[in-house]
T-cell receptor, first 117, second 116 residues
Framework: GAGVSQSPSNKVTEKGKDVELRCDPI?????LYWYRQSLGQGLEFLIY????????KSGLPSDRFSAERTGGSVSTLTIQRTQQEDSAVYLC???????????????FGEGSRLTVL | AQSVAQPEDQVNVAEGNPLTVKCTYS??????LFWYVQYPNRGLQFLLK??????LVKGSYGFEAEFNKSQTSFHLKKPSALVSDSALYFC??????????????FGSGTKLNVKP
C-alpha cells in the first residue's frame, strides 16, 4: 500500500479482555517495528521483525504481550488480559530492508489508540 | 548501547523567530541520525536525516539540522518559526552495530510551541 496502515484506529476494551492490533507495512518493506507511546510521551520500543522473525523481543513489557508476522507482511500485536496501564497509542513502522545498504528512515502508521477501562 | 537525549521537554518561540530543538547522541561507530515530527493524534512524520557528507542537512518544511561530531549533537533548526510548526519533535539514532543492527532509538521528545 501507499503507507503503513494500522487497525483499529481506536479500541476501547474492558480490563481483562484480550486485544489484537494489526499493522500492514508498506509493500516490499521487510523490516517492521512496534512502539508504544503513552499520552504525549516518548516512544517505547516493543519489538521488531526482519521478515517473519523477531531478532529482539526485549521491549515487550510482560508475557501478556506477543507479536507475530506472517508472510513477511502483516503483523499482529496481541495483548492478553489487558490492564489499565496498557492504555496507550501503539505505533507501527516499517523500513525497506535489513541490509546495510538501506540508509532509509522508518515510515510510521497513524497508530492504534487503546483505552482499557 | 546507543542512546539519544533531548534535554528540553518544551521549547517556546515567537512566530518569525529562529528555533532550535536540541539533540545529543551516544553511538559506537558512525551515527545515522533522524528527526521526526508528530502532530496531535497523528503518527510520526520524517523530517530529515544525516548519514554522511555535509554537516548541515536540509529537510521538509524548511527545517535543517546540524551534525556536530565533536559535540555529538544533531540540533534541529529553522530560521523563521511558524505557528503551524507547533508539534512534538523526536530525534532518533539508528544502530548499525552487530548486536542491535537496525534498531532505532528515540529521544523523549520536545514539544515546540510557536506563539503568534
Amino acid at each position: 500500500g501507499a503507507g503503513v496502515s494500522q487497525s483499529p484506529s481506536n479500541k476501547v476494551t474492558e480490563k481483562g479482555k484480550d486485544v489484537e492490533l494489526r499493522c500492514d507495512p508498506i509493500s516490499g518493506h521487510t523490516a517492521l517495528y512496534w512502539y508504544r507511546q503513552s499520552l504525549g510521551q516518548g516512544l517505547e520500543f516493543l519489538i521488531y521483525f526482519q521478515g517473519n522473525s523477531a531478532p529482539d523481543k526485549s521491549g515487550l513489557p510482560s508475557d501478556r504481550f506477543s507479536a507475530e508476522r506472517t508472510g513477511g507482511s502483516v503483523s499482529t500485536l496481541t495483548i492478553q488480559r489487558t490492564q489499565q496501564e496498557d492504555s496507550a497509542v501503539y505505533l507501527c513502522a516499517s523500513t525497506r530492508s535489513w541490509d546495510r545498504t538501506n540508509t532509509g528512515e522508518l515510515f510510521f502508521g497513524e497508530g492504534s489508540r487503546l483505552t482499557v477501562l | 548501547a546507543q542512546s539519544v537525549a533531548q534535554p528540553e521537554d518544551q521549547v517556546n518561540v515567537a512566530e518569525g523567530n529562529p528555533l532550535t530543538v536540541k539533540c545529543t547522541y551516544s553511538v559506537s561507530g558512525n551515527p545515522y541520525l533522524f528527526w521526526y515530527v508528530q502532530y496531535p493524534n497523528r503518527g510520526l512524520q520524517f523530517l530529515l536525516k544525516y548519514i554522511t557528507g555535509d554537516n548541515l542537512v536540509k529537510g521538509s518544511y524548511g527545517f535543517e539540522a546540524e551534525f556536530n561530531k565533536s559535540q555529538t549533537s544533531f540540533h534541529l533548526k529553522k530560521p523563521s518559526a511558524l505557528v503551524s510548526d507547533s508539534a512534538l519533535y523526536f530525534c532518533a539514532v539508528r544502530d548499525m552495530g552487530m548486536r542491535n543492527f537496525n534498531k532505532f532509538y528515540f529521544g523523549s521528545g520536545t514539544k515546540l510551541n510557536v506563539k503568534p
